[in-house]
């Protein structure tokens, strides 16, 4: 049985407790990055975290990518979308690919 | 032109023809399951982006609920209101194998079956802006999950991809071209060896005869 977390601050995760998932609230990069390695080493399976944390613990995040568990999912916070997520995809299209696609 | 460092022999020879032939299939092999591999990554990264726009619209609009549940009702409030949980959720993984990469398949699983169990709180002293936060994320908790799954998928398809590429291209430019030279410059070797011995013998043959006749050799 694997387990979700949510990592952010604490505005951004809250509404996602009643759901029964785990929220854990990180402010800073440091924070999120042991946060990170904690839950890895646990039984968690997806763990999402806002894009603004992300940014700051994505060497952490790197080092997860090629591993099946955890998922390292980023979702945006309350201050809004940053689009980091959606560059996070691409970086993988441009791994693959070998090169970046114009889209 | 790159030979390698290997003696100039007919078993050397044999040998490296071997490995050419080997180095070929295994090319042609690698080849093939870069481009299956991009193919199912390229489906999937498309399914990628529409389900991280859907979610990140979602989640906008949930928090945006939030923010005015939070507005609302005052911090203690809406700390006791979402202190204990009643529901649970947990996840089934199963590994689903795509070309010999294993991804993640994540089925979900709650404590109890009720739906109105994520509500963990009186309704007397929350705002009604709070049940729609929570309504709002209990919906996109599905499309969450299947995000996080294609993601996943995603990512490990691009370092196997990653890796296959970098295989293929290996053998192409590197491994395939010196087998070719080094037995180009052992053929060349081994007939330059017998062309020297047939001119040797044919000396010695003149040098025999004159010899014995007294032949005039040119």
Same mark, same amino acid.
């Given at each position: 049985?694997?387990?979700? /977390? !949510? +990592?952010?601050?604490? #505005?951004?995760?809250?509404?996602?407790? %009643?759901?029964? *998932? @785990?929220? $854990? =609230?990180?402010?800073?990069?440091?924070?999120?990055?042991?946060?990170?390695?904690?839950?890895?080493?646990?039984?968690? /399976? !997806? +763990?999402?975290?806002? #894009?603004?944390?992300?940014?700051?613990? %994505?060497?952490? *995040? @790197?080092? $997860? =990518?090629?591993?099946?568990?955890?998922?390292?999912?980023?979702?945006?916070?309350?201050?809004?979308?940053?689009?980091?997520?959606?560059?996070?995809?691409?970086?993988?299209?441009?791994?693959?690919?070998?090169?970046?696609?114009?889209? | 032109?790159?030979?390698?460092?290997?003696?100039?022999?007919?078993?050397?020879?044999?040998?490296?023809?071997?490995?050419?032939?080997?180095?070929?299939?295994?090319?042609?092999?690698?080849?093939?399951?870069?481009?299956?591999?991009?193919?199912?990554?390229?489906?999937?990264?498309?399914?990628?982006?529409?389900?991280?726009?859907?979610?990140?619209?979602?989640?906008?609009?949930?928090?945006?609920?939030?923010?005015?549940?939070?507005?609302?009702?005052?911090?203690?409030?809406?700390?006791?209101?979402?202190?204990?949980?009643?529901?649970?959720?947990?996840?089934?993984?199963?590994?689903?194998?795509?070309?010999?990469?294993?991804?993640?398949?994540?089925?979900?699983?709650?404590?109890?079956?009720?739906?109105?169990?994520?509500?963990?709180?009186?309704?007397?002293?929350?705002?009604?802006?709070?049940?729609?936060?929570?309504?709002?994320?209990?919906?996109?908790?599905?499309?969450?999950?299947?995000?996080?799954?294609?993601?996943?998928?995603?990512?490990?398809?691009?370092?196997?991809?990653?890796?296959?590429?970098?295989?293929?291209?290996?053998?192409?430019?590197?491994?395939?071209?010196?087998?070719?030279?080094?037995?180009?410059?052992?053929?060349?070797?081994?007939?330059?060896?017998?062309?020297?011995?047939?001119?040797?013998?044919?000396?010695?043959?003149?040098?025999?005869?004159?010899?014995?006749?007294?032949?005039?050799?040119?």
């Amino acid at each position: 049985m694997y387990k979700i /977390a !949510v +990592i952010g601050d604490r #505005e951004s995760v809250y509404g996602f407790s %009643s759901l029964g *998932i @785990e929220i $854990y =609230s990180a402010y800073s990069g440091e924070e999120a990055e042991s946060l990170i390695n904690t839950l890895a080493k646990e039984n968690y /399976a !997806v +763990i999402y975290i806002t #894009e603004a944390l992300a940014k700051e613990a %994505s060497d952490t *995040i @790197e080092k $997860y =990518s090629r591993v099946i568990t955890p998922a390292i999912i980023l979702i945006p916070g309350v201050s809004g979308n940053t689009g980091e997520g959606m560059s996070s995809v691409m970086k993988s299209v441009e791994r693959a690919v070998g090169s970046a696609l114009l889209d | 032109m790159a030979v390698m460092n290997v003696n100039p022999t007919r078993m050397q020879l044999t040998d490296l023809k071997k490995k050419l032939v080997t180095a070929r299939r295994g090319h042609k092999l690698l080849k093939d399951k870069r481009d299956e591999l991009m193919r199912q990554f390229l489906e999937l990264v498309r399914e990628n982006k529409e389900l991280r726009k859907t979610v990140e619209d979602a989640i906008k609009r949930a928090n945006k609920h939030m923010a005015l549940a939070c507005a609302d009702m005052s911090d203690e409030s809406l700390d006791v209101a979402l202190m204990m949980p009643s529901q649970k959720m947990s996840l089934d993984l199963q590994e689903k194998n795509i070309m010999s990469v294993m991804v993640p398949k994540y089925d979900m699983k709650f404590k109890t079956a009720d739906k109105g169990d994520i509500y963990s709180y009186g309704f007397g002293f929350t705002s009604g802006d709070l049940d729609g936060a929570i309504k709002d994320f209990a919906d996109i908790m599905p499309l969450m999950l299947r995000l996080a799954e294609t993601e996943k998928t995603c990512q490990l398809l691009a370092s196997e991809i990653e890796k296959t590429r970098r295989r293929v291209n290996a053998l192409e430019h590197v491994m395939i071209p010196d087998y070719e030279d080094t037995i180009k410059y052992i053929t060349m070797k081994l007939e330059e060896a017998e062309r020297s011995n047939i001119t040797r013998l044919l000396k010695i043959k003149d040098m025999m005869l004159q010899q014995t006749y007294n032949y005039e050799t040119i």
